[in-house]
């Protein structure tokens, strides 16, 4: 079995339209990925997809994770296989607390009968929000709602690092962000970096990649990657755009 | 009215049948009424009374037990079961002492009759179940009996309970409510079953808010869903009065509860909140009135129902804007989530405004799960059964944390719980 | 901002209020009854079974009880005894003003009518008491295969089109006041647009009431074909008499696959007139149906333009606005029905009462059960001018199923003592501050109605918040 999550020749259409064309990427474990490429590419598309979004559907190709068929799989029982998604908009759910959801969310995960102590996940919690410079009196506020853009990005997070899953997709985390957000979100990413864990962090700017230095990054154009390299491929974008990749 | 009456027994008895009179000489509710407007048809039809036998002694123990695990530590708790007593847990002598009065109504029409004499049956209700009450008050209307005088700020919640139990029966809770000038009461009066058996429950609620009063008032449904339910409340609320009034609405197979407010005083203000989540067969009708009759009052009214399958919500409510109460700020909120192809919502929000210094508006929503919030919640491995349990009570919760009764969230997030359980199942 | 409480209006309706003695050719007499029925028919030499709708729906007229549970206490003072149901000068319309008798002539040219026709309407058909005095129709229209007739007419030359859905939008026992139009039902527009033929001007009709005591019953039938486009406006005016005068009309419009139709209404009636009028569109897959109704005049208007949205993603809007002076009820609102999946409507309703006026919103939004996708949106916004001015909103939303979204809004509010002030510390007078303010409440869908009337509109608005203050 093969520890990593891989995806191949996926399209992937909305309605009528198709998206992603024949899109292949293999994350292996340990290992962080960079999807880059202008708005209305499909990278967005493509977290969405492999998350199991109902609006999508998969025309064609393959998603594997850790050798299964993620494609067949419900969204709750991808999320229970390891992998999260980080919304580019969380969602605001009125009157369920946040320390309710994540319980929730874990409990999910558990065996029929299964339980675990409510002290312990309280400690875990309040220890993660710290990190993550949260404020603890959040556990009790409704989920995303009226958060700010940096607080909901810093909840998705939160989230993530309590779920500890194996593959993570980021899709824009970085949008709506200040430096010191950036820099707050990016440590909780970091935190879980480690050869149990995967990520494909999705972003327009080169900025984020500062913080988490990715191993490898790809560029997209059209529903398909056109070019592949290392980290320097993101400040080589930074300097000549978009435009000057795909021509290249 | 009371002076010089000697036998208050006769008194109370000639009130009753002039009652009696007013119902046989009342026109039956009509559909043609608006009031009635989408009402199910069951709900128009007047039962045989049948009041049922005292229970037996393992019955009343048993309800008192059930009580017990309602609320933790109300001030004082009164619990009846087909409409007689079960048990009586009484005020703190601290209470008692400073004048305050909360007793089964047939007590305090024995030991304070002077007091229950005037207010009794006074409300006026209007919203169609007009017949129903008439029929309550000729009936055997047993309840509580709660009166505060002047300047007393009571700390603690007060509970009354009504169970049903015997097969068929009807059963007339009544509560009514004198707190006078100055004063601060918090009155939760729950509905349960203590066996799955069909029965009529006919309940008058009167309350009378003197200056400055002040009442957290909240009504707990919680019926087998055999049984049929029929409600008036009315409140006339003083100058600078304040009324918090929720609903929760879990059982019942027809429940129609009818709230009335009269803001009489200046300044008085009154929130209206309710909760409702009818499935399988079950409709809630709620019919709401906010009176402005006087100038700087205000009002502001928030139900939401949850709708499962084979569930119904009638919601109609009025603001009524009196050319004398300029200066009223009023509001009127029905939101409703359907949750089933077979879920079923209406709403009939309505104004009527006679004076032009005023902030009113209303609105209404009916909208499914968001298909979005589902699939984040689906995305952090939550199945989607349980997501959409637990997108319905947050939906539901937003209404309790705006009560701001705080002791109630507890029980009633557990009753809410209860009920979700057994309604999402095979939707 | 002072604001009497009783402003006595002098209202400037002088535009139409004027009358002339007419000698009529054709009077049914005063009141109601099978004979007046028979000597309608006999008049327009109907069919045999257009005589025994109108017999029918006379039956239906009586049965029916006034709707007191809910309607307006004043339409128990409408007198159907004293009521004169039928003056004409005879059934055949002129095609040209010139042929036109002269002091029904004389009526339209002080009305302005003949003017517009010239600047921008494709075809116009002016009604006098029960009958067309005029009709006309631009040319090429009728080579295209349009049709634009009176309602006799058109049952007679072409019952094929129009028979089959006569009286099928607004079925006779809709409500009492449709059984009553059925029954003795004279001129109106019958009009058909053949399949693709989109007409780029509008079509208009002007309604005149000349009589005293008099009830006009004008019936409108409007079919689009699939593909096709029509805008109908209607205007109207009376001479404001000491006795009440009844007008109650039924419009039928059916929008077949893809067409779509836009009826606009300015109701300028006489403060003496009863407006009890029964509209309805039907709307086939992908048409859209919308009506734009302005309600200015009248003593009492209840009106409630709906749309039966019968086919899949069809469209119903309204939007109207409702100006209620003292002495006026204006009980207007909307009725959207969705039969169908994914069918949208919306409505806007805007409405002002001045003194002791009162406008009232009734609407109904109702979703059968078992469909999917369905949007509605309502909003009411109504702006209160006086102390003791009124206002009421009664929306019923009925709706089953977990697939659509309904919303519901209503707002009342006062003018902005504030705002007027700004404008008068900047030399605006007081009326005209007021008139500003009013018109800005309304501005936005006063400027959806045609250039012409959206001018008429804020004429009238102005004149009607004269005297408003003191």
Partial sequence: MKASLEIKDLSVSIG?????????????????HALMGPNGTGKSTLAKALAGHPDYTVTGGQALMDGQDLLALSPEQRARWGLFMAFQYPLEIEGVSIANFIRAALQARLKEGEDFSAGDYYKELYAKMDALKMDRAFTARALNVGFSGGEKKRCEVLQMMMLKPAYALLDETDSGLDIDALRIVAEGVNALRGPDFGALVITHYQRLLDYIVPDFVHVMADGRIVKSGGKELALELEKHGYEGIAQA | MSEGVDNWGQWFEGLRLRELKAFEKAKLPDKDDPRWRWADAAALEIPQ??????????????????????????????????????????LPEKWVKKGVHFLPLSQAKQEIPALVAPMLFQSIHSLGGDPFVRWHRAGNAEGV??????????????????????????????????????TQASLVQSLHSLSPSPAFVCEETEIFLGKNAALNHSGIQNLDTLVRCQRAQAAVLGEGARLRDFSTQLGAKLDRRECNVQLAGARADARLFSVGVPCKGQCFDQRTYQGHLAPDTSSDLFYKNGVLAQGRSVFSGMIDVKPKAQGTAAYQSNRNLLMSDSAQAVSMPGLEIGANDVKCSHGATDAPIDPEQLFYLRQRGIGEQQARALLLEGFLTEVIERTEMGELKAPLQKLLAQKLEGCLDGR | MQTPDDSALNLDREKGNFSYDVDYAYDAGVGLSEKTIDYISEVKKEAQWIRKFRHDALKIFNE??????????????????????????????SRDWEDVPDKIKETFERLGVPEQERKFLAGVEAQFDSESAYSRMKEELAKQGVIFMGSTEALREHPEIFRPWFGKVIPVDDNKFSALNSAVFSGGSFIYVPKGVKVKQPLQAYFRINAESFGQFERTLIIADEGAEVTYMEGCTAPRFETSTLHSAVVELVALKGAKIQYITVQ??????????????????????????CNIGSRLTMKYPAVVLNGKRARGEVTSIALANTGQVQDTGAKMIHLADETTSNVVSKSISVGTGRATYRGLTHMKPGLKGCKSNVVCDALLINTNSRTDTYPAINITGDKHFVQHEASVSK???????????????????????????????????????????KRLIEMEMEGSVG
Avoid at chain 2, 60 to 87: C, R, S, T, Y
Avoid at chain 2, 161 to 171: D, K, R
Avoid at chain 3, 270 to 290: C, P, Y
Avoid at chain 3, 417 to 431: C, D, L, P, S, V
């Fill in chain 3, 415 to 457: 003018v902005n003592a504030e705002q007027i002030f700004y404008m008068r510390q900047r030399g605006i007078g007081e009326k005209e501050a007021l008139s500003l303010s009013v018109n800005g409440f309304i501005n936005e869908l006063a400027r959806q109605f045609p250039m012409e009337y959206s001018v008429e509109l």
């Fill in chain 2, 49 to 90: 009374m049948t009041p049922a036998p005292i229970p037996a002694i393992e019955t009343l123990v048993l309800a008192k037990q059930h009580a017990a695990e309602l609320f933790e530590n109300p001030l004082a708790q009164i619990v009846f079961v087909d409409g007689h007593l079960a048990a009586f847990s009484a």
């Fill in chain 2, 145 to 182: 009996f709660l009166h505060v005088p002047k300047g007393v700020a009571l700390d603690g919640l007060l509970s009354v309970v009504h169970f049903t139990h015997a097969q068929n029966a009807t059963l007339c809770p009544h509560a009514l409510c004198l707190l006078e000038e100055n």
């Fill in chain 1, 16 to 32: 009528e339209r198709p998206i992603l064309k024949d899109f292949s990427l293999t994350i292996n474990k340990g290992e962080i």
């Fill in chain 3, 64 to 93: 029916k009880p006034l709707p007191l549970n809910w309607a307006p206490k004043d339409i128990q003072n409408v007198e159907f005894d004293k009521i004169r149901y039928y003056l004409s000068q005879g059934q055949m319309p």
């Fill in chain 3, 268 to 293: 300028n009636w006489s403060n003496n007139v009863f407006n009890l009028v029964t509209k309805r569109g039907w709307a086939e897959e992908d048409a859209q149906v919308r009506w734009i109704d």
